[in-house]
C-alpha cells in the first residue's frame, strides 16, 4: 500500500521550496550554529520560503502526490549550496587545528557549543576570524541571493540532479585542505625551525634538558610569527571567500545541466 498526500498547488510548491531552504539552514555557516535555537531556525526556513516562493512557477496543482523525492532532493540541492562555503570556512579551523598540534598542546581542547564537540583554541580563534569577515562581506547576504538564483538553475520541477554537483563539492575538500595548510604554512615552520634548533644545541650541549627547554621556545616563536601574521590573515580571508562565491556561482551552472 503507498501512502500518497493530496496537496494544492501553492501547498506543494511552499513544502518543497522549504525543504531546500532547510537544506540551506541546516550546513551554511552562521545559519547552522548550533548555538542557534531549533525554534528560530524553523521561523528562519519558513521566512525564507515565504519570501522566495512567489517568485516561482507553481508545481502539482491539486494532484496526488508521492513527497518524499522531491523533498530528498530539493533538500539535497540545498546541502550542496550549503555545504559550498561551509567547506571552504572549514579550513581556517583546519590551519588552527594544524598549528595547535604543531605546538604540542593538542589535548588542551575546550567544549565548544557551536558545534556540539571540543575544539582547539587556536582552531575556534581562526574560526572566529573568518566568520568575522565572512560577515562584513555580506556573506550571509549572498549565501540567501545564490539559494534564491538556484531555484533558476534548477527549478522544484526539476527530478534528477546531476552527478557533477555532488562531485564538486566533495572536491572542495582537497581546495579547503590545501588553504588550511597555507594559512598554517608560516606557523608550521616556525615550528620546525624550534625544533631543529634545540635539537642541534642538545647535540652540541648534551646538559642541557631540551624536553624542557622546547615546548616554551617553540610556543613563544610561534605565537610571535602568528601575532605578525595576523594582518596577513584579514587580508586572506577576502579571497578565500571570494573563492567559496566563485565555486557557489560554479554550482549553480552545475545544477542548471540537470537531466
Do not use: C
Amino acid at each position: 500500500m503507498t501512502l500518497t498526500l493530496a496537496l494544492s498547488a501553492e501547498s506543494e510548491t511552499f513544502v518543497l521550496t522549504a525543504a531546500r531552504v532547510a537544506g540551506v539552514v541546516v550546513t551554511a555557516p552562521m545559519f547552522s550554529a548550533a548555538t542557534i535555537p531549533a525554534l528560530v531556525r524553523v521561523a528562519v526556513v519558513a521566512v525564507l520560503a515565504v519570501a522566495i516562493m512567489p517568485g516561482l512557477p507553481l508545481v502539482g496543482g491539486g494532484l496526488v502526490v508521492l513527497l518524499g523525492a522531491g523533498l530528498l532532493l530539493q533538500f539535497l540541492i540545498g546541502l550542496l549550496l550549503g555545504s559550498v562555503v561551509t567547506v571552504v570556512m572549514s579550513a581556517f579551523s583546519v590551519a588552527g587545528q594544524a598549528i595547535t598540534y604543531q605546538l604540542g598542546v593538542g589535548l588542551a581542547a575546550f567544549a565548544n557549543p557551536a558545534v556540539v564537540g571540543a575544539s582547539s583554541v587556536l582552531a575556534e580563534w581562526f574560526t572566529l576570524l573568518a566568520l568575522l569577515v565572512y560577515v562584513i562581506l555580506r556573506g550571509p547576504e549572498l549565501v540567501v541571493v545564490a539559494l534564491a538564483e538556484s531555484f533558476k538553475a534548477m527549478p522544484l520541477s526539476a527530478t534528477a540532479l546531476t552527478p557533477a554537483a555532488p562531485l564538486f563539492v566533495v572536491g572542495l575538500f582537497r581546495s579547503a585542505l590545501e588553504v588550511a595548510l597555507l594559512i598554517a604554512a608560516p606557523m608550521m615552520v616556525a615550528g620546525l625551525v624550534s625544533d631543529l634548533t634545540i635539537g642541534i644545541v642538545s647535540r652540541a650541549f648534551p646538559q642541557i634538558n631540551a624536553f624542557f627547554m622546547s615546548l616554551p621556545v617553540k610556543f613563544g616563536l610561534v605565537l610571535l610569527v602568528l601575532l605578525a601574521a595576523t594582518p596577513l590573515f584579514y587580508a586572506i580571508v577576502p579571497n578565500v571567500l571570494t573563492r567559496a562565491y566563485t565555486d557557489l556561482s560554479h554550482l549553480l551552472v552545475l545544477l542548471e545541466r540537470h537531466p
